[in-house]
């Protein structure tokens, strides 16, 4: 610190040191510790540093000649910025405010030639109008950004400089102005008193806008879209708000699209805030809107094409109807003219898109539609990106109604996208249904809804709570678009997803739940169940399980089996909400089937495991229940054939009581009459069996199991085992 205490005193600096010894004096005292951790240290010699360093800043620039003063002032500002993107709050702060003080000096000289030396034409003094500064744009974008940052520090020091940079501005640009234009005079005056107290990154950029060059303009554009990916900014809603504000006055702010595209592009993916990423969007759309030939010119040159990035950009412009037709002219007037070379990455890709943009013409054929969508489905196997892209087309396009319902001949092909496993074309294809259903007669759409409802029901449990509240809500749409002549099947794939309906009420999303609420509702309209729908319309979600087994007891042991996959679902609240009505829908097969009861025993046993305490409980509350209601004499019997000693012995047996953990092994004694093994005619329960011999390895033969109910008072004479070479028997 002491040393550049010293430099500050020198009268020159060696031609071509300027720049290093600049940087060399940043890098050391800007990444100081904060002054609040500088124990031990002399604060006063710390203050007493940075005021060398200013006067250091001034020397060099009062000391330049005016032919290298703009370039002196454009490599100090151009490393100060980059000292303002550090992640350290002091960094920020010192580097503000070293830019403070260059913007103080700029505003505080008529001309700029206090210490210069005269004599020479090169060395004349610079005045404000011959003094250049091509960061300018980005300089005040980012001083308007850190202006109104969380550090109060740095805000405060980039509001100074604002201040005076707005006054260095006023007294270059006025210059140009007749002296008796005062009404440009009044407008600079006024912002100049009100700019140190703007209440915000909006209104700010307001003020300094109306004066800056094109360039400028676009300048203080990038750096905002460049702020959005800035974790030094915290603040990207005032970000956004610039780019709002810009997109306010467009003729003035947005002048050169490549440029702007290009910073799109190379930022896009790494916005990660929604509303930044929206004002970008925004931002995107105003462009293409405006000036679709440059946008996607400006688009086709990047490399490559269609980079993530890239695709993002055009599905944002295929999102909306107005741009998606301009692009799509565009993109035809491209691929006739490039015939020698692609636009995107393959021959398939190309020929994809010029086919789309034939479904911009509103007098393209239905028969049109299909020769296209051909093309399209190698997509699935080739390019999914660019499958996405199509598909967000037809999304937009759909939105028509003379194209939604010449889209029917695409049905079968955009069905198959729905068991793509991809969440992003699945949802695009339901859009597409969604759309062409809604442009449709009752009669047209029957037919369409009746396929799509069975199509949906294995997107009821997706992991996506997105793509299930999307698909539950078509759901509810579709039974409302069959005809008479469908309802009989409706009602069929309607039942199917009853349960599923039911046990997404308790989705940990209120969205979805409520979504599956609705279409539960109309489940219920379409089968005409007045109890259902009185559930439903009191909200009494706690007696529609009881409901749906009353209403049809015969489907009991269908209604449990359906129930077995959501004990592994991923929400602990859909798990409980299985396990319970299993508690109720299984009580009837006490009668009916008593071996799917022991299955659902095993099933549940599996959760007393569960992480989910109210899980784990409620499934040992119900094993317990269910257990009371399996017959005593139930058995599970296992058959080891490969455990037989020697071909013609007994095969060995373990049993499985109705509990499911008591184990018994024996070999099967009798006598052997015509290739079937007869047990003794006498024989008590599984641990009383005669010749019983403990298993060592009971599981690992992976053997044949069979359940079977024995008699009141069991008499092992009532079962018989067949052996055959190479394969188990069942007892």
Request: hydrophobic residues 40%; positive net charge; glycine residues 4%.
């Amino acid at each position: 610190m002491l040393a550049i205490a010293a430099l500050s005193s020198a009268e020159a600096v060696p031609e071509g040191q300027t720049i290093p010894l600049l940087d060399a004096c940043f890098s050391s005292v800007f990444c100081l510790p904060p002054k609040e951790d500088m124990q031990g240290l002399d604060t006063s010699l710390y203050h007493k540093t940075l005021h060398a360093m200013d006067t250091m800043l001034q020397t060099v620039v009062l000391g330049s000649p005016a032919s290298s003063l703009s370039k002196e002032l454009q490599s100090i500002l151009q490393m100060l910025l980059t000292f303002t993107k550090s992640p350290s709050a002091a960094v920020r702060e010192r580097a503000v405010g070293r830019i403070g003080t260059l913007s103080y000096l700029l505003a505080s000289y008529s001309s700029l030639e206090a210490w210069c030396p005269f004599g020479r034409e090169d060395d004349s003094p610079a005045c404000h109008g011959g003094i250049h500064i091509p960061i300018l744009g980005e300089l005040l974008g980012r001083l308007i950004l850190l202006s109104f940052c969380k550090d109060k520090e740095t805000s405060r020091a980039a509001l100074h400089a604002l201040h005076h940079l707005f006054r260095f501005l006023q007294q270059q640009r006025c210059s140009a102005w007749p002296e008796d234009n005062l009404q440009h005079q009044r407008v600079w005056g006024a912002a100049s008193t009100s700019c140190r107290s703007l209440p915000s990154t909006s209104a700010t950029t307001k003020v300094f806008g109306k004066y800056l060059q094109p360039l400028e303009r676009t300048d203080i554009i990038l750096t905002a879209i460049e702020a959005m990916t800035d974790a030094s900014i915290s603040d990207k809603e005032g970000a956004s708000s610039m780019l709002d504000e810009a997109m306010k006055d467009p003729n003035s702010w947005l002048t050169d699209v490549p440029k702007i595209m290009s910073g799109i592009h190379g930022n896009l993916e790494h916005i990660r805030v929604a509303p930044a990423r929206h004002s970008v969007d925004s931002l995107l759309l105003l462009l293409t809107n405006r000036c679709p030939r440059e946008v996607v010119k400006s688009l086709l040159k990047c490399s490559p094409p269609v980079d993530s990035a890239a695709l993002a950009m055009w599905e944002v412009m295929f999102s909306r109807l107005q741009p998606l037709e301009k692009v799509l002219r565009e993109l035809r007037i491209e691929l006739r003219n490039q015939r020698m070379r692609r636009l995107f990455s393959t021959v398939l890709e190309d020929t994809c898109i010029l086919q789309l943009t034939l479904l911009a013409a509103s007098d393209v054929r239905a028969k049109e539609f299909a020769a296209t969508y051909n093309l399209w489905r190698s997509l699935r196997h080739q390019s999914l990106e660019m499958l996405s892209l199509v598909l967000q087309g037809l999304v937009t396009l759909s939105q028509r109604p003379e194209t939604a319902r010449k889209m029917r001949v695409l049905l079968e092909d955009i069905v198959e996208t729905l068991e793509s496993g991809n969440e992003d074309i699945q949802m695009k294809a339901l859009l597409v249904f969604r759309n062409m259903l809604g442009h449709m007669r009752r009669q047209e759409a029957s037919p369409i809804a009746l396929q799509l409802a069975e199509k949906l029901l294995p997107l009821f449990n997706h992991e996506s709570s997105q793509l299930r509240e999307f698909s539950l809500r078509l759901f509810g749409e579709v039974m409302q678009k069959v005809a008479w002549r469908h309802k009989r099947q409706m009602r069929k794939n309607v039942r199917q997803g009853l349960l599923p309906l039911f046990f997404h009420l308790s989705d940990q999303s209120q969205s979805v739940a409520k979504a599956s609420g609705e279409a539960l509702l109309a489940a219920a309209e379409l089968l005409k169940w007045k109890q259902l729908r009185h559930l439903l319309q009191t909200q009494q979600t706690w007696r529609i399980g009881e409901c749906l087994v009353v209403q049809d007891r015969s489907r009991a042991e269908e209604y449990c089996h359906q129930s077995l996959p959501h004990l592994k679902d991923a929400q602990a609240t859909v798990r409980e909400a299985a396990v319970r009505f299993i508690g109720l829908a299984a009580r009837p097969l006490r009668d009916q089937s008593p071996e799917k009861l022991a299955e659902i025993c095993r099933a549940l046993k599996a959760l007393e495991k569960d992480v989910e305490p109210s899980v784990s409980s409620l499934a040992s509350q119900t094993v317990l229940i269910l257990r009371q209601l399996i017959p005593q004499h139930t058995l599970a019997a296992v058959v080891f054939d490969k455990f037989s000693p020697r071909p013609g012995f007994p095969p060995k047996v373990a049993v499985f009581d109705h509990n499911l953990s008591t184990v018994a092994g024996f070999s099967l004694g009798g006598q052997r009459a015509k290739g079937k093994w007869q047990p003794p005619k006498e024989a008590g329960l599984p641990g009383e069996l005669p010749d019983a011999l403990p298993f060592q390895q009971p599981l690992a033969a992976q053997p044949t199991l069979t359940w079977g109910v024995l008699p009141t008072e069991p008499q092992l004479p009532h079962w018989t085992t067949k052996t055959r070479r190479g394969g188990g028997g069942k007892l």
